[in-house]
């Protein structure tokens, strides 16, 4: 099949910049990452770049590839900011130029499709800006179809109410971090409550945080009921595995670096973003150009993905800390849903059909706990701690 190539050429003795293009991000990226983005620069050397406060305009800084990752204008956090690509002083000249290989076009080839541009080409006074393949963007992979989900009272039923949702459970974990942080007052003749060399709460700390203990369970329930039923999983399931993964405190950060309520790692975000389009959709176009998203999460760059994924994770951080509003906190809870609805497609691709259970085993022991038809031991004990 003929290959279209688009080239696109800059005249740098023309007397005006021009934007090469723009990225939406919440930190800085490399020139790497914008390159991946924006095309494959030739002459990377004669642009600089702009960091826009996408709020107000105003160009917080602009510099030089080689001091781009040292760009240190942002004094205060923002929400987003636009990176500009620009080529200075320069003027639009473009060319059209099919080709049936890959790579740049040769000069025998430039000769015969453009042979005004190719003289000025080889003497160096036109540059390279972009080439780009005119092929149909192929399809995301598309979210698989989740359950029907009945409602009633078992694990995996859903409520009519938040109300359905509410527990009673003396989390033993959370009560010591409530009394250690001062959310709960202890009543122990003038003790702490915690042990003090364990921190772990005393039978008295736990007694007196108890009342602490509900409430602070109990607060997301609402969020996650809207979330559960907008991914079309199970509410209570969700639930029980904040509380099994965090006991519902937002600060733990695990051994293997997992952060959340649901404890997940940049890795587990990776999977859930390649198999939930809904995830993915909703956190791409803040982390790299909109324009790419439409490739999907599995055709984007490394260097993009990573982008995503940090996205992602500090949107999670931002809720744990209380720096987001109302509205900002029930998407990361939308977000835990969607997590869990990937993992169900993705245990169905592992495992032949999903199931809970293989979902849960496959979140907690990976993969390979359920390749051989079974599953392993300790994804079943994981599956054990969530119907208790």
Not at 117 to 137: I, R
Not at 175 to 200: Q, R
Not at 264 to 279: M, N
Not at 315 to 344: I, K, M, P
Request: charged share 20%; aromatic share 10%; hydrophobic share 40%.
């Amino acid at each position: 099949m003929m290959i279209i190539i688009l080239y696109i050429w800059f005249l740098l003795t023309a007397p005006r910049d021009q934007l090469v293009c723009s990225i939406w991000a919440d930190q800085l990226q490399t020139p790497y990452v914008i390159s991946d983005s924006c095309g494959n620069f030739a002459h990377r050397d004669y642009l600089f770049y702009q960091a826009v406060d996408a709020t107000t305009g105003e160009v917080m800084c602009s510099g030089k590839p080689a001091e781009l990752p040292d760009l240190n204008c942002v004094l205060q956090p923002l929400n987003h900011f636009r990176i500009n690509v620009i080529w200075p002083n320069s003027q639009r000249i473009s060319c059209s130029i099919v080709v049936d290989h890959e790579g740049p076009p040769t000069e025998d080839e430039i000769n015969k499709q453009c042979p005004d541009q190719l003289s000025s080409y080889k003497n160096g006074d036109l540059v390279l800006e972009f080439m780009t393949k005119q092929a149909a963007k192929p399809a995301p992979v598309e979210k698989c179809k989740m359950p029907y989900l009945e409602i009633g009272n078992e694990l995996l039923q859903q409520p009519l109410t938040a109300e359905g949702l509410a527990t009673s459970v003396p989390y033993n974990l959370l009560a010591g971090e409530l009394l250690w942080h001062g959310v709960a007052k202890p009543n122990c003749g003038g003790l702490s409550g915690l042990d003090p060399i364990t921190k772990a709460p005393t039978d008295c700390g736990l007694q007196s945080a108890l009342p602490q203990v509900i409430t602070w369970q109990n607060q997301w329930d609402g969020m996650i009921l809207n979330a559960a039923n907008e991914a079309r999983v199970p509410a209570r399931l969700l639930k029980k595995m904040m509380s099994v993964e965090s006991q519902f405190w937002p600060w733990w950060v695990g051994p293997k670096e997992e952060y959340g309520l649901i404890q997940i790692t940049d890795d587990g975000f990776d999977t859930a973003l390649l198999y939930s389009t809904d995830l993915f959709n909703r956190y791409c176009a803040r982390a790299i150009y909109p324009d790419r998203c439409t490739l999907g999460y599995a055709l984007i760059s490394p260097a993009e993905r990573e982008a995503v994924v940090n996205t992602v994770r500090a949107a999670v951080s931002a809720a744990a800390s209380g720096q987001l509003n109302e509205s900002q906190t029930a998407e990361v809870f939308r977000t835990y849903a969607d997590v869990l609805a990937a993992y169900y497609c993705y245990a169905g691709e592992v495992g032949g059909t999903p199931s809970w259970e293989t979902t849960l085993a496959v979140y907690h022991a990976g993969a390979e706990c359920i390749s051989t038809g079974e599953i392993c031991e300790q994804g079943q004990a994981y599956i054990d701690s969530i119907k208790k």
